[in-house]
């Protein structure tokens, strides 16, 4: 089935009590039993909920996995995933990566006797070398948030696949249109569906994927007994924008790619970070293994002041200076101060996040307007 009518038919049902073409939203808490234990495959909605069904159903077709997960949130997803883990073990996670999942590795999950290990994992050798006895777990974003690095999965995954190790990738960025590292030999994909698959920044939710039934139940279970589920109204709304994902992320592309070449020939701009430029250093791995360069993009100016890069942040008119990304409207954002605000600033520095670093999220607007409003905001 090709991807634009995989993504409109995922998990797309139509309700056998009434024939309606869209899953319901089933505003329950609890099912009817005929007797104990004797059930219609429903017996709690933190455990089971149709609604639910249906999007985890959808999340597993379009990343190419057997099985999905849907939490409440991004980081309640990786919660779910750190979770396996047990006092004592080590994982390996990108030096470069959201500032939540920063926060809850160092902040939440190192007191429990878990170490963390921040690497660079663009040079492939770097993971190997960081691998030990207690090692358990690989994270990677790829591309980074917010410098866009890439991370060959296949090639990380070939080592992770003889050493018995768990692979997770954060695949938010790219989403299941441009890339599908389970295809690439990772373990569970993860995703902030409040991003590119909900796409209309109405909605907060998670979803992991994949494809050992073992670790299916394994990850189940942590849901079902912690607790951190989406309602069906959120579902019903993932499930929707995921029937328009294709669309959306072929305009996305197609105005990042506009944006970022606008931005790079802007005299007043220094550096462009966009894994589509032929000489950004992870091009030919971002080549092979996504489909487009996606809609993300972050840069610096050529007065390289705090100062500036703040008037730039607040003098934009049709970016919205917020946090989140991935929706239909155009995001500006200050990482220092906003997404990745709670890692140290030493650690931002040494990762190359500087403290005037802006990240952009294009949307699916005329790109001109874009370029117009960025003109007018760099001056």
Request: one cysteine or more.
């Amino acid at each position: 089935m090709k991807q634009a009518t995989k993504f409109i038919h995922a998990g797309a049902e139509p309700d056998p009590s009434t024939g309606a073409i869209m899953t319901p939203i089933y505003q329950t808490s609890t099912y009817v039993q005929e007797a104990p234990g004797k059930n219609k495959g429903y017996e709690y909605a933190r455990s089971q909920n149709p609604t639910r069904k249906a999007l985890e159903d959808a999340l597993a077709i379009i990343e190419n996995g057997k099985y999905g997960l849907a939490f409440s949130s991004g980081v309640g997803a990786t919660d779910a995933v750190i979770k396996l883990l047990s006092p004592g073990d080590e994982v390996i996670a990108a030096s470069d990566m959201y500032g939540g999942t920063y926060r809850m590795f160092t902040k939440i999950f190192e007191k429990f006797g878990i170490k963390f290990l921040s690497v660079d994992t663009t040079d492939v050798s770097n993971v190997a070398s960081a691998i030990t006895s207690k090692t358990k777990l690989v994270w990677l974003e790829t591309p980074t948030n917010p410098l866009m690095n890439i991370t060959d999965i296949a090639a990380v995954a070939a080592i992770t696949k003889q050493k018995k190790i768990l692979l997770a990738v954060d695949n938010t960025f790219a989403s299941p249109c441009l890339q599908n590292p389970l295809d690439l030999g990772a373990d569970i994909v993860m995703h902030s569906s409040t991003k590119y698959l909900g796409g209309h920044s109405d909605v907060i939710q998670g979803a992991l994927i994949m494809n050992d039934a073992a670790l299916r139940e394994q990850l189940y279970f942590i849901q079902k007994s912690c607790g951190a589920v989406p309602g069906p109204m959120d579902c019903f709304l993932v499930l929707r924008g995921i029937k328009t994902l294709h669309v959306r992320m072929k305009q996305h592309c197609e105005n990042g790619k506009i944006i970022a070449n606008w931005l790079r020939n802007h005299p007043k701009i220094a550096k462009v970070y966009w894994p589509g430029f032929e000489d950004h250093p992870g091009y030919a791995v971002a080549k092979k293994q996504m489909s487009d360069f996606g809609g993300m993009l972050s840069f610096t100016l050529e007065d390289d002041s705090v100062e500036n890069a703040m008037r730039v942040l607040s003098s934009t008119k049709l970016f919205a200076l917020a946090e989140s990304l991935g929706g239909v409207e155009s995001l500006i954002n200050h990482p220092a101060s906003m997404t990745h605000a709670s890692i140290p600033r030493e650690e931002r520095i040494k990762n190359g996040l500087t403290d005037s670093l802006i990240r952009l999220s294009i949307g699916i607007e005329d790109a001109e307007d874009l370029a117009e409003d960025l003109k007018q905001a760099i001056g």
